[in-house]
Nanobody, 125 residues
Framework: HVELVQSGGGSVQAGGSLRLSCKASGLPRDSNCMAWFRQAPDKAREGVAHIYINSGLSYYAVSVKGRVTISQDNAKNTVYLQMASLELEDTDMYYC??????????????????WGKGTQVTVSS
């Protein structure tokens, strides 16, 4: 039974920080890539950041680069998204996703095999 359990969302004032966590369990094999996407109602899902588990290489959307860090703790099968200098535009539902095989794009949600239930981030002025 595959689970990606997310935690750490919430409400914060603009300029504040949050850390999201995503713990994977039950995967049939090791992840190739884990990513964070976000989506607001009536908007397309947007890739925020992703990390390749073996290499540790990470990539960020232009909109968050310099304010967000994705990291992994392989011993805990957990990926984190540390967000700082949060802006009103960062308000969204955030989803953790993972794919198990190489190939595909870390920016394309359709290339991921499993995803979490989402955690809300709300930034207020």
């Amino acid at each position: 039974h595959v689970e990606l359990v997310q935690s750490g969302g919430g409400s914060v004032q603009a300029g504040g920080s949050l850390r999201l966590s995503c713990k994977a369990s039950g995967l049939p094999r090791d992840s190739n890539c884990m990513a964070w996407f976000r989506q607001a109602p009536d908007k397309a899902r947007e890739g925020v950041a992703h990390i390749y588990i073996n290499s540790g290489l990470s990539y960020y959307a232009v909109s968050v680069k310099g304010r967000v860090t994705i990291s992994q703790d392989n011993a805990k099968n957990t990926v984190y998204l540390q967000m700082a200098s949060l802006e009103l535009e960062d308000t969204d539902m955030y989803y953790c996703e993972t794919n198990l095989d190489e190939g595909g794009s870390g920016w394309n949600g359709a290339d991921f095999d499993y995803w979490g239930k989402g955690t809300q981030v709300t930034v207020s002025s």
